[in-house]
């Protein structure tokens, strides 16, 4: 019985190990495979079946895009090492703090709209059906972030106030 | 030669002394038989005699049963071990986890292309 045994329980491991063993590595390697040469856009033309064309249009849209992205991000950052400085030592919001606060907000708010003039610009570049879909899918994952942390401290606001 | 014995003179007698009548020694046989039989001394059983019988009975089935399953191990590892069978299952179990291996690469990649597209227009300040 214990020879049956092992030899079942060997018969397993062995299985066991065939297929993780080839789901790693064939997983590694076509992970590996795709990464390669993979552009910014890439993901673009696979998720929304772009044209050559239609992607050199967004690529020309993107590349105008960038230097205002990194540009407003400079100020923002900016912002925030002053917002920091103003809050340095001491215990409570002072005006200046504030102050800096709206600033900041103000400027994120910019950047936001700047960039969801860019979606919407891309979405235009796109066939209709794709360009709804992007500019849904890009809403989703970049505001909606902000929605599910705002459902959630409401939720759980909601639920303090119940007690 | 005049003085020699007769052995017919003596036969009567011999058949006399040995068996001189067959109904009377078959009654003394049986005679001595009961009288044995009465003799031997039959010892009383143990208290719960039978029951400790049938307990060794089915102690000694019991492994009859196992071996039903040890039985069964021993196809199933036969059958294991048959080399077609092996390397049929070996080939099987490979090309299955290469299939899930490049299904679940592909989106790996496809989630790791849209996370570089999301941090070249949406900084993660922004989100």
């Known amino acids: 019985m214990n020879r049956s045994l092992v030899i079942l329980l060997g018969a397993l491991v062995l299985c066991a190990a065939l297929l993780g063993g080839s789901y790693a590595v064939s997983r590694h390697v076509c992970q590996s495979c795709m990464s390669k040469s993979v552009s910014d856009l890439d993901w673009l033309q696979q998720e929304f079946h772009l044209s050559d064309a239609e992607l050199a249009r967004i690529q020309k849209l993107h ?17 925030k090492s002053e917002l920091e ?17 709206a600033e900041l907000a103000a400027l994120r708010a910019q950047c936001q709209a700047q960039m969801l003039q860019h979606f919407t610009e891309v979405s235009q570049t796109m066939p209709p059906e794709q360009g709804r879909r992007y500019l849904a899918e890009m809403q989703r994952l970049t505001l909606g972030f902000h929605e599910q942390t705002e459902q959630t401290m409401s939720g759980s606001m909601g639920h303090e106030h119940h007690h | 030669m005049g003085g020699g014995t007769n052995p017919a003179a003596l036969e009567p007698m011999n058949k006399e002394n040995i068996n001189p009548d067959p109904g009377f020694a078959e009654a003394s046989d049986a005679k001595l038989g009961a009288l044995l039989r009465a003799s031997r001394v039959s010892p009383e059983l143990p208290p719960r005699f039978h029951e400790g019988v049938w307990r060794r009975i089915e102690k000694a089935a019991a492994p009859a049963k196992s071996n039903g399953g040890i039985a069964w191990l021993d196809a199933l590892a036969a059958l294991v071990l048959r080399p077609r069978l092996a390397l049929a299952t070996a080939a099987v179990l490979m090309v299955a986890g290469a299939l899930l291996g490049v299904r679940d690469g592909n989106q790996m990649a496809h989630q790791d292309a849209q996370a570089r597209y999301l941090a070249a227009v949406a900084p993660h300040s922004l989100r």
């Open chain 1, 63 to 79: 590349e105008g895009y960038l230097p205002k992205c990194a540009e407003m991000c400079a100020k923002i950052a900016a912002k």
């Open chain 1, 85 to 101: 400085t103003a809050l340095g030592g001491t215990t409570n919001v002072n005006p200046v703090a504030q102050q800096k606060l």
